[in-house]
């Protein structure tokens, strides 16, 4: 026998395999599955609505060529009536019925209603005084199917990214969760979600119940921005225009988008610049960058000093700005003899060596200082002459 | 326990998705022999066979007005039970390598079997899991191997390979209950 004749004969036998459960555990099934799945009397199709409608309209019709006013009436339920209904439809509504013992057995004939919907049973004829009774009424339009009391559903709002949901207790042990139809695993009640911007829709199903959860995923907007700083410390920020809000901060501190977006000057020093986005949807997201403006350093050394007392360049002056943390200035002479050694500022030298005017002549100097926003020490190197 | 050659089940579909108790019952009751033979053909157990037959109709009841085709109800209920069936298997991580798997058969010496039917849903029973999954799918359902390694997320070759040996090992397990293929 070849493969597809192996196929067809084992299809064969399986299709043709059955399996009969005994009595006690069909009904022990049928009662856990009849317990989770719905059922409404009150749904009708639309032959039952065209029915309802006509005899309405009858009744109303009806109704205003009678001149004497009804009695009160007793309330009558929808139910009863739609069974009148029916039987004016039967052909309609009613399936064929079917001699059968054994499925009749398991037909639970609780009252009238049920046993007009079961379809072997034919639908006896009301008695006259009731149906005239049952048409006063004008017909209730019947109820929206209501859902199946064990199961809940949601609706949820949420932005793209990672949720952790509790499952609610209501639907006992989970015995399965799906996202969209994919299975889902379950960690101690909760559920573990990765959202993209989209419509999903998440189902736990548990031994008391269900959880349908009609899930609407947000996309986050996106807060990222570029900026330079020119060299007077004008901010140029490039960022586009959120789609809903945006806040900014410096330095922790709320400032307006418009002084950030314009004419914003950075202080020297490194800040912190933050900018967060709402989308209409209420999805943030957060974006911080670093600002740094270097310190505008000034060292000014002249090279020149004439001390003659015409109080012009008389001492020699050293300007630093801003004031460095250390600061170091030697004075020296061509054959390294040193005349002039200062640890501060200011720096005034009259061009003295020791307790006598030096000798007209070129000097070398060596100044050493460092600033407080520069990790290394900067040393300017040069010669400093001295005119009478 | 075979449909009638005349279905009245297209009634009981109709009222079944009006929310008709009555029809709902009489469907459970005229379909779950043969939503049990699926289920036995894939779970193996009894036990297992009732859980994934319950569910399966829970799922239908709760679909039905997805069906287009009345028609076509009875091939739908077996495709949701199949699906049920392997989602079962599934939730219960017990797909392992096959060869790790005992591949001893049952001893059948004391069973009878009434038809080749009978005799197939045992047989199957007996195999390794993994071995009946794939013979189930492919050689009875009709899928093919991508769709099976699709399903099970298995490669290809895993599943021609599980197939070889699950109808080596069916025919097998048939010789030794008398019925030569």
Redesign the interface.
């Known amino acids: 026998m070849n493969d597809k004749q192996w196929q067809m004969w084992l299809r064969e036998q399986a299709e043709a395999a059955r399996v009969d459960l005994p009595s006690a555990d069909q009904e022990k099934m049928w009662q856990r599955v009849q317990a989770r799945i719905p059922t409404s009397s009150a749904v009708w199709d639309w032959k039952q609505w065209a029915v309802a409608a006509l005899t309405a309209g009858a009744l109303l019709i009806g109704a205003r060529f009678t001149a004497s006013p009804q009695p009160a009436q007793p309330v009558i339920p929808s139910q009863t009536l739609s069974l009148i209904l029916m039987d004016a439809a039967s052909e309609t509504v009613s399936p064929p019925s079917e001699p059968s013992a054994s499925s009749a057995s398991h037909a639970p004939k609780t009252d009238a209603a049920h046993a007009a919907e079961d379809p072997k049973t034919p639908l006896e004829p009301l008695p006259v005084a009731r149906r005239d009774a049952i048409r006063r009424h004008t017909p209730t339009p019947p109820a929206v199917t209501p859902p199946a009391p064990n199961v809940w559903q949601e609706d949820r709002t949420v932005c793209e990214g990672v949720h952790t949901w509790p499952i609610p207790p209501e639907v006992g042990t989970v015995l399965s969760a799906s996202l969209n139809g994919r299975p889902l695993k379950t960690d101690g009640g909760k559920v573990k979600l990765r959202l993209r911007p989209g419509r999903y829709r998440l189902v736990v199903k548990g031994t008391a119940g269900e959880w349908i959860c009609r899930i609407e995923a947000a996309a986050r907007p996106d807060a990222a921005f570029e900026f330079t700083v020119a060299l007077d410390g004008r901010l140029m920020v490039e960022a586009p225009e959120p789609v809903g809000r945006e806040w900014w901060r410096w330095d922790q501190q709320e400032r307006a988008p418009e002084e950030i977006r314009t004419d914003f000057i950075a202080p020297a020093g490194i800040h912190e610049i933050r900018r967060v986005v709402e989308s209409p949807q209420g999805c943030r997201d957060t974006a911080v960058r670093l600002v740094k403006r270097p310190l505008s350093h000034t060292v000014r050394i002249p090279n020149v000093i004439t001390p003659d007392g015409d109080g012009r360049n008389d001492t020699w002056q050293i300007e630093v700005s801003p004031q460095p943390t250390s600061f170091e200035v030697r004075v020296v002479t061509a054959d390294g003899r040193t005349v002039f050694r200062h640890h501060a500022l200011p720096v005034q030298w009259d061009g003295t060596c020791g307790d006598r005017r030096c000798p007209p002549e070129t000097y070398f100097y060596v100044v050493r200082l460092r600033f407080s926003d520069e990790q290394q020490s900067r040393t300017y190197s040069g010669t400093i002459t001295i005119k009478y | 326990?075979?449909p009638p050659s005349t279905p009245?089940w297209h009634?009981?579909v109709?009222?079944s998705r009006?929310?008709?108790?009555?029809?709902?019952?009489?469907l459970?009751?005229?379909f779950?022999?043969?939503v049990?033979?699926v289920?036995?053909?894939y779970m193996g157990t009894y036990p297992d066979?009732?859980d994934v037959?319950?569910e399966a109709?829970?799922r239908a009841?709760?679909r039905l007005s997805e069906l287009r085709d009345v028609e076509g109800f009875p091939a739908w209920l077996r495709k949701i039970t199949v699906n049920v069936a392997i989602?079962a298997l599934?939730?219960r991580r017990r797909f392992q390598p096959l060869d790790a798997v005992d591949c001893r058969p049952a001893s059948s010496a004391a069973d009878e079997f009434h038809?080749?039917?009978?005799a197939?849903?045992a047989c199957m029973a007996a195999l390794p899991e993994g071995y009946r999954l794939v013979?189930?799918l492919y050689?009875?359902e009709?899928y093919s191997h991508r769709e099976i390694a699709e399903k099970l997320g298995i490669s290809e070759g895993t599943s021609r390979s599980q197939l070889a040996k699950a109808?080596r090992m069916?025919q097998q397990l048939l010789k030794q209950r008398g019925i030569e293929?």
Request: aromatic content about 8%; overall charge positive; some cysteine.
């Open positions: 326990m075979h009245r009634v009981w109709s009222g009006k929310g008709d108790r009555v029809c709902q019952r009489r459970f009751d005229h779950l022999p043969m049990m033979a289920a036995m053909r066979a009732c037959a319950q109709f829970i009841f709760q989602d599934r939730a038809s080749d039917a009978e197939i849903l013979l189930n050689d009875v009709g109808r069916m293929r």
